[in-house]
């Protein structure tokens, strides 16, 4: 089967969640005897859309760049210009399927494209930015949102530019929406990684719940597998987290959390902090707060630097609806049983082996580790209970393969239409971005 992979970045310019699992299941589909191919999106714009034509570990990858200025905004996801040559790789590659793993830095209109070309399509929601503006459903006050997105709600939250009228945010925040329901309507097949991530998926945008399969992706896991003894530090509890510090992944709720215990109990924990800062008022904030506590910042770290020896318990306190969370599987395959924010899939995918707090709730995750203080036996009943390690991406690529045939099979929804490029629309997006360069460069200071 040929196979064309669209994602918003690729490796070496990006190289998140997302890219890994494209770049391990493109190698699957390719040994498996597939033509796999992947149009990324690219953070380096200019003035006119081009293609850099790239080989990526034996892979055939077409970086697409896009016209203007901050284009990961939501209300730029509306892109013209980079339509054209999006149909000249469909052209060119003449795909039997689409697989669509993220809009961002191409176009909201890159399903309707292919279905209307034909070509049917299968798209994976790894995320929550087909539902929201800042992409995480993180309010800008703060909280959780899991309202529909509609201009009553996020006018005041979705990012914008100063100049931008709530006028004109509102009409771009309804064209947003109906461009992303469009897009779900033109595929042939959804995907999600987890069921509490179809279920709130289904909720936001209003998609029938059985339009969702629900497929786990295939083992990223590159921690080296702790199979020795359990030894355990007599009296002390050992805590750790690793990942990103951000304010959306809930580090601080820890510290927040050791603050709360007694100096009897705070006395028995250690924590272990393996990441890098991502920003700084953020880091400031995490120094603060760390300041006195049983806190190691271990610093930047590759999978071989986390030893499940040296840990009881790893604490994943995110404060966003995770879709799936690949730390869990690096946490288990260290057998190391987890506590976890109560939202989207770590308390699905923990299971008994999970302890569930509140999200942001310092107090309860405080409360959390005091239980594990006075039973400590009851690690070693959460460590019995770590669920079976992921299928390999292998066996994920054959059953996603199942998905794909019957989606070629079925081929694309009946009457996709995909936005004309006409020159009313190119002229208008043009404007727009020069009226965005124009004002972005009047507000910077000299």
């Known amino acids: 089967m040929r196979i064309l992979h669209l994602v918003h970045g690729f490796f070496p310019e990006f190289g998140g969640g997302t890219e890994r699992y494209v770049q391990a299941l493109v190698r699957a589909q390719v040994a498996a005897g597939h033509d796999a191919r992947i149009v990324s ?17 034996g892979v055939s990858l077409y970086r697409l760049h ?9 209300f730029k996801s509306d892109a013209p210009h980079a339509e054209g040559p999006f149909r000249e790789i469909l052209e060119e590659v003449r795909p039997d399927l689409v697989h669509v793993h993220h809009w961002l830095r191409l176009s909201r209109t890159i399903v309707r494209i292919a279905a209307a070309a034909g070509v049917p399509v299968v798209a994976t929601l790894h995320d929550l930015a087909a539902s929201c503006p800042r992409g995480f459903r993180i309010h800008a006050a703060g909280h959780f949102c899991d309202e529909p997105m509609r201009p009553a709600v996020c006018v005041g939250c979705a ?17 947003f929406a109906a461009g992303m329901r469009a897009e779900l309507d033109a595929a042939t097949r959804l995907v999600v990684p987890s069921s509490a991530h179809g279920d709130l998926l289904a909720r936001v945008l209003g998609v029938d719940r059985a339009r969702f399969d629900v497929l786990p992706p295939g083992s990223l896991v590159s921690v080296e597998p702790f199979t020795a003894p359990r030894v355990r530090e007599d009296g002390v509890l050992r805590l750790v987290h690793w990942g990103h510090f951000r304010h959306d992944k809930g580090v601080h709720v820890i510290l927040e959390a050791l603050r709360v215990l007694d100096d009897s109990e705070r006395a028995r924990v250690r924590l272990t902090l393996h990441g890098e800062h991502v920003f700084d008022d953020y880091e400031t904030l995490l120094t603060e707060r760390a300041d006195g506590l049983p806190v190691t910042f271990a610093g930047p770290f590759v999978p071989a630097d986390l030893d499940g020896a040296a840990h009881d318990v790893a604490i994943f306190p995110s404060l966003c609806h995770e879709s799936h969370s690949f730390v869990l599987d690096e946490a288990f395959a260290l057998r190391l049983p987890v506590i976890v924010s109560d939202r989207g899939a770590l308390p699905e995918r923990a299971g008994a082996a999970g302890i569930p707090f509140g999200p942001g709730d310092a107090a309860g995750l405080a409360q959390r580790i005091r239980e594990l203080l006075a039973e400590p036996a009851r690690l070693d009943r959460l460590e019995a209970a770590i669920p079976a390690a992921p299928p390999t991406m292998d066996v994920h690529a054959d059953t996603l393969g199942a998905i794909y045939r019957e989606a070629v099979a079925a081929g694309p929804p009946p009457g996709v239409v995909a936005p004309p490029v006409t020159a009313a629309r190119l002229a208008t997006a043009r404007a727009i971005e020069t009226r965005d360069v124009e004002l972005l460069t009047r507000s910077r200071p000299d």
């Open 66 to 74: 896009r016209v203007g200025i901050d284009i990961d905004f939501w």
């Open 41 to 57: 999106g690219s953070g380096l714009a200019g003035d006119e859309p081009w293609i850099d034509r790239e080989t990526h570990d």
């Open 159 to 175: 990012p914008t530019y100063p100049w931008q009228e709530r006028g004109e945010v509102s009409l771009e925040l309804r064209a």
